[in-house]
């Protein structure tokens, strides 16, 4: 996903919630302010090109000094961006950069 296309869906608000990322912010106690600082100062560290019907990507971004993993798809044609989940990375799933995921 493109860091521009992502940053101009965010810029313009082109935000879709996905119902089950609302639920699990609710549960994880998550805002949506905390997610789009998350992307807005995020990297890409996992890409879905493939997913349909938009390629996503897993980023790793910062709210405060809050760690926050956030999975995102793009509709490049209308610059909008669906948040599909959001958590708190641990060590038991990653590596302590929070980037790599631990080897089963």
């Known amino acids: 996903m493109h860091p521009l296309a992502i940053k101009k869906a965010l810029d313009q608000e082109n935000i879709e919630w996905e119902r089950h990322v609302l639920e699990r912010m609710f549960q994880r106690n ?5 997610v789009i600082d998350a992307l807005k100062t995020g990297e890409c560290i996992e890409d879905y090109p493939e997913d349909r019907p938009f390629p996503s990507a897993l980023f ?14 793009l509709d490049d044609v209308a610059s909008r961006i669906f948040i599909i989940t959001v958590y708190e990375p641990d060590l038991r799933h990653f590596e302590p950069d929070l980037r790599t995921r631990r080897r089963k």
């Open 60 to 73: 790793l971004g910062w709210h405060r000094d809050k760690a926050l993993h956030v999975v995102a798809a």
């Open 30 to 34: 998550i805002s949506r302010d905390a």
